[in-house]
Structure formats: C-alpha cells, structure tokens
C-alpha cells in the first residue's frame, strides 16, 4: 500500500507534480518549486537526482517525457515505509530549494 500512500503526498504536496498514478509500484513526478515562479524544472530535477546520488541519500531514477525530466521512484521493498518515502520527499525538496538559491 506505500505506492499509494506515496501518491496521495505528492498530490498534496505544492512542491510536486505528480505525473502518473501506478497499481504497481512506479511513480514518475517531480520537484515543481515555488508555483508563483518560473524556473527551468528540467535542470532543477536533473541537479536533484545528481545529488542523491552524489550524497548517497537515496536513489531514484530519471525518465523524460514529452522533452520533460521527471524523477521516478520504483517501490518494490515491502520494508519500505511510508515514512522512508516522507524522508526522501522532503531531501528533493531540499536539494531544489538550494538549486533555486544559487540560481
């Protein structure tokens, strides 16, 4: 139940658009930023995921759609909680707020 759990936080979450819903396990969304603001999201997303992988955080994949860099998480862990998904959440969100700092 953690994907959909995951997909009810995103959709409440001003920071993120949520692309897909899944039965199975794949969610494909991303950091949106301030709504009132206009920032290229590609770069933002792409500076993401490089930090998590840089940091060890944690590890998400990237797909494009429509020209459009979206993160993706593939929860397959039944140890997977929701709050483990709340904490890598609030790590992107992070890692685009000091983005849109130094830009």
Known sequence: MTAREAVDILEN???FELLNTSDISALVF??????FKTFDLNRINTYIK?????????????????GQFYLKFTILNPLTTIEDIKSVLNIIKKYGNEYIEVN
Do not use: C, E, F, I
């Open 13 to 15: 979450d001003s920071h």
């Open 50 to 66: 490089s930090q998590l992988y840089r940091q060890g955080n944690a590890l998400t994949a990237g797909t494009k759609v429509n």
């Open 30 to 35: 991303r950091y949106t930023a301030d709504p």
